[in-house]
């Protein structure tokens, strides 16, 4: 433990330079100092934006404050309210319904240590529609467009094939399922292996 500590402190807490510190001054130390730090850290950090007890934890312990210090700091914030994971969560999910899969959503909240519990409740009471998302990513990327003949943008079967592959590949990297990405590109024509 780091304590930058001068003058007036050192004698307070009876520690001289080069001096033994008792177990007892420690624990004081951390009760009297160490504890508020955390909670002042906390409360800092919170100024910028939400954060989940996970990150909070992560944070103080990164800055070096003993696990006595962490667990005062977590209980303050969470019995004032200022961190509740659940409404993190919904708060998170409601942003990135629009832009993100269920499977990112949920991957984001467990990296970030929301309980896996949590997150299927909350992605319960989300509508994020997938297939709109879906839709938009295909438009944006000009998947499927017609030329002046009426024809897969130009390309043969092969071509057409290939820039499907590429862009079912791509939704799957994020994080949209195979059925729902089937529904909303189309199907392969079983008899004539065209796109349609």
């Known amino acids: 433990m780091h304590l930058f500590y001068t003058g007036e402190r050192l004698k307070k807490y009876g520690i001289e330079e080069q001096g033994d510190i008792s177990e007892e001054c420690v624990q004081e130390i951390i009760r009297d100092v160490l504890c508020k730090r955390a909670r002042e850290r906390v409360l800092n950090l919170l100024k910028n934006a939400d954060k989940t007890e996970q990150q909070i934890r992560r944070k103080l312990k990164d800055g070096g404050y003993p696990q006595e210090a962490v667990e005062y700091a977590v209980s303050f914030v969470k019995e004032h309210h200022y961190i509740d994971d659940r409404e993190y969560a919904k708060r998170y999910a409601e942003c990135a ?92 024509s079983e008899d004539s292996g065209e796109f349609y």
């Not at 909240?109 to 992605?123: A, F, M, P, T």
């Not at 799957?172 to 199907?187: A, Q």
């Open 97 to 188: 319904a629009g832009r993100k899969s269920r499977k990112q959503i949920a991957y984001d909240l467990r990296q970030k240590g929301i309980d896996g519990e949590v997150i299927s409740q909350v992605l319960e009471g989300t509508g994020i529609d997938e297939e709109s998302q879906i839709a938009e990513i295909l438009k944006k990327r000009g998947f499927g467009g017609k030329d002046s003949t009426g024809r897969n943008g130009g390309k043969n079967g092969l071509e057409a094939r290939k820039e499907f592959q590429k862009t079912a590949a791509y939704l799957c990297r994020k994080g949209f399922s195979w059925e729902v990405i089937r529904r909303v590109m189309g199907e392969i």
